[in-house]
């Protein structure tokens, strides 16, 4: 038997992307629900049980912001891509803030967002070794996606998770960035692509003794990232 369509929450006020996204990705076996305002996007999104959305930022009624916060209020871990035109960083930062997993500019490529939910799906549907699991001084749930350490809790974005679930899978060993790009995000290799860079300096943050000194997520120069679980030295 065919395991059930994920379903795919278009928020989107402009018909020809709508249009142009449902058929690709029902197209790919998605299931596709679709609505030109916000309000009843949250709506349809429990109505529903969408499995991830993707949220455009400017809507008639409403901005993607507030549609991505009460998203994240009823679900902290389902996966938001959101559309932007603009290209600004105080844009894709707010976004991010308002709890977006990650943006798409626009115009964007119809085959890199049907890659996107690929990747999104294929990762998921991989069960981790362990539920939980300690780098230094951070413990990190994989089911509830969130990251404890001294005290604070963290809820990580599903890209910040699927990321280091990847560098955990593989502790010790050197993992290419184009790897990571291909694997999480379903991404051709591109030697300007800083995707995975970002990602990376957030998992630091959360992680790391001294973000600017890692001791646990190492660069390894002009290939990757590679994971140390065990703290180098007691500096
Ligand atoms: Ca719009």
């Known amino acids: ?23 690709a990705l029902e197209f790919e076996g ?3 629900v679709s609505t030109s305002k916000g309000k009843e996007g949250v709506e349809l999104a429990n109505r529903e049980s969408a499995d991830a959305v993707i949220l455009d930022l400017m809507l008639p009624d409403t901005n ?16 938001i891509i959101m559309l932007t035109a603009r290209s600004q960083e105080s844009d894709k930062i707010r976004g991010l803030d308002a709890g977006a997993d990650d943006y798409v500019t626009k115009p ?30 951070a413990r990190i749930n994989f089911a ?18 699927e990321l280091l679930r990847l560098l955990v899978e593989r502790t010790g060993q ?15 290799a591109s030697p300007t692509n800083r995707t995975v860079d970002n990602f990376i300096v957030k998992l630091r943050k959360k992680i790391e003794p001294s973000p600017d000194r890692p001791v646990h997520i190492l660069t390894v120069y002009g290939f990757g990232y590679k994971l140390v679980v065990e703290r180098g030295s007691s500096a």
């Open 1 to 23: 038997m065919a395991p059930p369509k994920k379903t795919i929450l278009i928020v989107e006020d402009e018909p020809h992307i709508i249009l142009g996204l449902q058929d």
């Open 30 to 32: 998605f299931r596709v």
């Open 64 to 79: 993607g912001y507030a549609v991505c916060e009460e998203l994240r209020r009823w679900n902290p871990v389902l996966p």
């Open 108 to 137: 964007f490529s119809v085959n890199e967002l049907i890659a996107r939910m690929r990747a999104i799906f294929r990762r998921a549907a991989v069960r981790p070794a362990a539920e939980a699991v300690e780098i230094g001084e």
């Open 144 to 161: 509830s996606h969130i990251l404890t350490r001294r005290g604070e809790e963290h809820q990580l974005s599903f890209y910040e998770l």
């Open 174 to 188: 050197p993992v290419s960035r184009d790897e990571i790009l291909q694997k999480i995000w379903g991404l051709d």
